[in-house]
Every structure is written in C-alpha cells, then in structure tokens.
C-alpha cells in the first residue's frame, strides 16, 4: 500500500501497446471533431456512428428490452444515445454520461446583414463566454440551418472545405492602436465590432447604395433559395474553421476548436459502444451549456426525465426508484495547469495535462456556490471502480478560489435525484478559439467511462 499519493503521467505509465491505442483514440476523435463543430453537427455525427452500431430510433411510446440499442435525437441539437441493459433497472438503475456539444462562437444576429464601405458584413452575437479580442483576423466558417418561407430547411456549411471561402473579422492596424492598447482586454474589442466580411463584389445594375449586399443576396438566393428576410428564420453562426491538428514534434496533444466538451462527448459515446449489455447506459450528448442549460434542448429541460421514464416503465419499474438507482458522470472539461498564467492556479488543487481523466468534486465560485458538490461515498464508489480498471485520474479544482469560476450541468441532474460528478479532460486555453488537450488524457477518460459503465 502506498501511503504517499503521487499524480501519474499516463505516458510515462504507457507501454508500447497502450501508447498505440492513446495515438488511435486520438485519430477517432479527430475525425469525430472535424464533423461536430456545432450541437446540431455532433448530433447528427453521432446519429450516424450510432446507426452503425445497430441503434435505431427510439420512441417514448415504445416498450423497452434487454438489448436494444436506440437514439432519440430531440430537435436536431441534443442526442440521447441508450443500451439496455440486463440488470433490473429498478434496483440497478441507469448509468447516465453527459457531455454537452455546444461550444463558444458567434451567433449571427436576427438581421444580420449590412453593407458598409463597398464590403457586405454579418453582424454577429456572440454565444457563451468568449474572450473578445480572440475573434478578429482568424478564418471562419458559416455554420446551420435557415428555414425557407413555407417550410423549406436549407443546411448550410460554408468555411470547411479547402476550397471554400472563409468569412473574416477585422482589427486595428498596430501602428494605429495606441488607443486599443490603452484599453483592458475585455474592452479592447467590442461585442458590436464582430462583424464578419460575408462580400466585396457590387452589382453592376443594382441599387447604387447597397450594390454589394444585393450581389451577396443574388448569390445566397441562386443557392439556397433564401432571401434576406429568411435569415430571421435561421440558427447560423461563424466558428473557427479549419481542422483538429496534432501539436508538437512528437503529437502528444490535439489543438482544435470545440475541445470543450466534445473531448468528452466522443469518449462518452465510444464507452456506450464498446460497453458489455450488463447495465442500462446512456450518453446524453446536451446543447445550451454554455448559456446555462436552458431551453428544451438543455440539461434543465425535463427531456431527460421522459427518456428516464420510459425506460422504467417499460419495465414496470416505479420512475422514481430508478432515478435515485442511477448514477451519474457529468463528462465536462477543467482547466489544465499553465505554467504561463500560474497566478490564477493552486498547484496542489489543479488538474494537468497528461495526468489523466480530471475529477471536480464542485465547480462553481467563491464559497461553492452554483455547483453540484458531489458526496465522499459517491465519488469513494468511483475511485474504486477507476482503480480497480487501471483508470489514471487526478482530482483538482478549475483555479484559485476567487480568482473566477464556471459550472456544468452536474448541478441539473444531481436535481433529479442522481448521484454526479464532474469527470473529465483538463483542456490549455479554454474557450479560445483553438483549444489544446492531450490525446493521454481523453484515452484516459474513455478508459473512465468504460470502467463506470462495465
Ligand atoms: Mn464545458
Ligand atoms: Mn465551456
């Protein structure tokens, strides 16, 4: 018995065989990553890699059995991916994991479109907690869905492929930006200046005035059928664009847009897969995190309790009983420790990169407000479980009490019941337009996931 406790780096652990399988997880996820950069594209990529597996559609009229793989995709922007398994349910409950695969990008405003010395812009608004000044001069993409007049759906997917055009922020000139530099970060670019170049090319017969926003609206409407007034029935919104790449001579880490929290979205959906039918599972892939769970797509909707009900009562089980028989993990990222901003960590209570699945006992701020705070007897459950699977994992909190804070959705399904608790992948520059994580890291986490749900 080891009386010190001593953190682990799963690659100075790994053996030959066990750093393939990290660099092959990695691979997966890439490609899961470059076709998910929005809630409703994980969705349907996970839609599809679950229809592979077997699953078919699940409906809440439906009676339940042993066996049965389904997905329930509820309004294109939340999946619900479900194994049943062949312990009682009411007694052993439903494994549930829950990530969330909305990420932080700028929406596109309701009227979004003007045009402004000779260029056509998209003004933007930005969705979930960004840094500002991080957006300018990087290329984007245009990403969703605009509903014609009468029904009509078009899909649009525009900045990924190498040959498509990118759409494009400006910034002040250095040798003009004395002003800028005065300023504090979180003033120097403001929200109302996100404005993307969507157009440059003017009409030769059109109105004088707007020759360029008309030629972009020629455009649009020869190809998807759309007129300006159909943007107000759209859900669009410029994220990074481009694809995941490895980082360093070596490719130990992945650098990517939408780490957090499609690093532990994929693992998640991997462990449903790969796990043996013993326990009812489920991967709940979650929209609107990042603004707080809300609406009928998020975590404080009462989705997640239908699809718990009916899957109690398809086997005559009492709703009630098997919520408080089910456990949870709610799959979401930490920071990682950064040795260039050291100031805002407590190196003790912070996780690392390389070192494993991160467990938060709470998020939350200050004095641990606005957070779940997850029981010693659940999280001794885990710790045992994680250990007994050769799980490396680390405990940590996000940074130095009062120097900010953050939550996830642990708090929304503990709510109902549930015992949870945050599990997850510690990620370098959160919410930057490029995050980094290590391919170690979500191995470990899949490792994690696997073990909850054996
Ligand atoms: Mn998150
Ligand atoms: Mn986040």
Known sequence: MELKYDRKNVYKQADGNTLKEIYDFGEGYKEFLNNSKTERDASHTAEQLAKEQGFTPFSFSEKLKPGDKRYYINRHKNIFLIKVGTEDVAKDGVRIMVAHVDSPRLDLKPNPMFEANGLCYFKTHYYGGIKKYQWPTIPLALHGVVMLRGGGRKEICIGEDENDPIFYITDILPHLGRQQNEKTVGKAVSAESLNAVVGGLPTVDGDEKEAVKDYVLNLLNKKYGLTESDLQCSELCFVPAGKARDVGFDRALISAYGHDDKVCAYPEMRAVFDTDGKHTVMAVFADKEEIGSVGNTGMQSRVILDVIDTIAHSFGANPIEVRHNSKCISADVTA????????????????????????????????????????????????????????????GELGAIDAGGGGTVAMYIANLGIDTIDVGVPVLSMHAPYEVISKADIYSLYKACLAFCK
Do not use: H, M
């Open 336 to 395: 990682a420790y950064d040795p260039a901003y050291d100031e805002v960590f407590e190196k003790r209570n912070v996780c690392y990169i390389n070192c494993g699945a991160s467990v938060n006992k709470y998020t939350g701020a200050g004095g641990k407000s606005n957070t779940n705070d997850a029981s010693a007897e659940y999280l001794g459950y885990l710790r045992d479980i994680f250990e007994d699977n050769g799980v490396i994992w680390q405990i």
